[in-house]
C-alpha cells in the first residue's frame, strides 16, 4: 500500500481554475483578466527594455555563481530600501534597518510573519483588510501567527470603509499587529488618501500597534515610485517602526525571478544588528541563501543611474498604460449607454479593478461572453488592451446593463 493513500484532495487555486476554464474556452476573441502580470498593448507578457539590458551587463561582465550571503546580494537590498525608504530617510542615514532579501514578495511576507511570531512581544495575530490579497492568510496561517480581519471595502460605494477601518483599528487590542497594502490594494484598488492615511497613522500610534506594509506595487500604482511609497514614509517620519515587505516582480517585471525584500525599522543599530542576527537563523534552515541572478538584475538597475532613469520611465509607461486602459473602459461603457456609476474604474489604482460585479455576474460574464476572471469581481487591467476594451464593455453592459 501507498504511504499516501489517506491524503485529501486539496481545492485547486481559484486563479489556475480560470487558466484552464479559459483555454478550454474556443471563443476566438476570449478575454482572460484572472491572471496578475502586466501584458502589453498587444496582450503579450512584457519584458521591459532595462531588465535586457541589465541582463546583458550581467553576462558580459562574466560574473561567478557562488553563493550569496543569508541575506542575499548587499548591492540589491542595500538599494532596495533606499527605494522604498527614500534616500534622506532617518533610520536608513542612521543605520537601523535590518534588511534581507527575499523570494519575492511572498517570501517577504513569509519571512517577516516567522520573525514577528518567534520575537513579536504581544498577542501573535495579525490584522488583514477584508478582503485582501488571497494569500496573505495562508501565508501568516503558515507562519504560526493568527489571523483577524479588519474592515476595508464598501460594496455599496465601491469604495474604502473608511470609518469602519478607523473603528476597527481603534477597536484593536493595544500592540496589534496591522497588514496594510502600501498602494494599489489588492484585490480592490482602492487607496487610502493622504489625509487618510494620516489618520490612520493617528489611529496605529494611539493603538500602539505594529505596521506591517505589504508594498508589492512600489511605481505601478501611480507610476512615480516616490509618491506610491507615501504612506510608508509618512509612517516613518510619525515616529513609527515598522517592517516592509518588497516585490519586484510587478514594477520590474521580474515576476519569475523572484527578487523581494523584507526589512524591518529599529530604534539602534546595536537593536539592528541583533534582529539581522535572527533573520539569518530563520533563513538558514529554510533555503540557506536567495537566488543571485535576479537580484543581480535589479542591483544594475537601482545602481546605475542611466538604465535607473530608463527604469522609471517603462513603470511609468506601464501604469500610464493601465490608467489609460481603465479611462477606455469607463468611456465605452458610458457609451454604450450603461446607467451605472462607473467612476470607480477609474479613481481605483493599480493592477486590478473591483468592478462590483458579483459572483453570478463574474459566471455569467465567463459563459455568456467568454469574459474570464475572479468571481469576487476583480478584473485585472492589465488584461485590457486597445484590440479587447470594446468588446469587454460590451459583454460588461449585456451582464447588468
Ligand atoms: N502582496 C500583494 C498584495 C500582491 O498582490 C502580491 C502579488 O500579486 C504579492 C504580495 C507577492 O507577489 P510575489 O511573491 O510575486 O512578489
Redesign the pocket.
Same mark, same amino acid.
Not at 519575492?104 to 517570501?107: H, L
Given at each position: 500500500a501507498s504511504f499516501w493513500t489517506q491524503v485529501p484532495q486539496g481545492p485547486p487555486d481559484a486563479i489556475l481554475g480560470i487558466t484552464e476554464a479559459f483555454k478550454k474556452d474556443s471563443h476566438p476573441q476570449k478575454i482572460n483578466l484572472g491572471v496578475?502580470a502586466y501584458r502589453d498593448d498587444m496582450g503579450k507578457p512584457y519584458v521591459l527594455p532595462s531588465v535586457r539590458t541589465a541582463e546583458q551587463k550581467i553576462v558580459q561582465e562574466n560574473m561567478d555563481k557562488e553563493y550569496a550571503g543569508i541575506t542575499g546580494v548587499p548591492d540589491f537590498t542595500k538599494a532596495a530600501a533606499v527605494l522604498a525608504y527614500g534616500k534622506d530617510s532617518a533610520p536608513l542615514k542612521e543605520g537601523r534597518i535590518a534588511i534581507t532579501q527575499t523570494i $519575492?514578495?511572498?517570501?517577504a511576507?513569509r519571512i517577516g510573519g516567522a520573525f514577528l511570531q518567534r520575537f513579536y512581544p504581544n498577542a501573535k495575530a495579525i490584522y488583514i483588510p477584508t478582503p485582501s490579497?488571497a494569500?496573505h492568510k495562508a501565508v501568516f496561517l503558515d507562519s504560526g501567527l493568527e489571523v483577524k480581519q479588519y474592515k476595508y471595502y464598501n460594496k455599496d460605494t465601491i469604495g474604502l470603509d473608511f470609518d469602519g477601518m478607523l473603528a476597527d483599528i481603534k477597536a484593536m487590542p493595544k500592540g496589534s499587529m496591522v497588514l496594510l497594502?502600501a498602494c494599489a490594494h489588492?484585490p480592490t484598488g482602492i487607496d487610502p488618501t493622504e489625509e487618510q492615511w494620516k489618520a490612520i497613522s493617528d489611529a496605529m500610534k494611539e493603538g500602539g500597534h505594529f505596521p506591517f506594509f505589504?508594498m508589492?506595487y512600489q511605481g505601478f500604482a501611480s507610476g512615480d515610485t516616490d509618491k506610491d511609497a507615501f504612506a510608508l514614509r509618512y509612517f516613518l517620519k510619525e515616529g513609527h517602526q515598522p517592517c516592509l515587505?518588497q $516585490?519586484f516582480?510587478k514594477n520590474m517585471g521580474l515576476?519569475g525571478e523572484?527578487v523581494?525584500a523584507f526589512s524591518i525599522v529599529t530604534s539602534s543599530p546595536e537593536e539592528k544588528a541583533k534582529v539581522d542576527s535572527q533573520i539569518k537563523i530563520l533563513v538558514r534552515p529554510l533555503y540557506s541563501n536567495p537566488p543571485v541572478h535576479g537580484a543581480r538584475i535589479a542591483s544594475k538597475i537601482l545602481n546605475d543611474p542611466a538604465l535607473n532613469k530608463q527604469w522609471l520611465g517603462e513603470v511609468k509607461e506601464m501604469a500610464d498604460r493601465i490608467i489609460t486602459m481603465r479611462a477606455l473602459l469607463k468611456e465605452n461603457l458610458e457609451k454604450l449607454g450603461s446607467k451605472r456609476d462607473w467612476s470607480h474604474i477609474t479613481s481605483q489604482i493599480g493592477m486590478f479593478a473591483y468592478t462590483g460585479l458579483g459572483k453570478q455576474e463574474m459566471e455569467r460574464l465567463a459563459q455568456e461572453c467568454s469574459v474570464y476572471a475572479t468571481k469576487d469581481g476583480r478584473i485585472s487591467v492589465a488584461g485590457i488592451t486597445s484590440g479587447n476594451v470594446e468588446r469587454l464593455a460590451q459583454s460588461i453592459f449585456k451582464i447588468v446593463g
Open positions: 496578475g $519575492s514578495g511572498t517570501g511576507l490579497w494569500n497594502h489588492n505589504d508589492a515587505a $516585490s516582480a515576476y523572484r523581494g
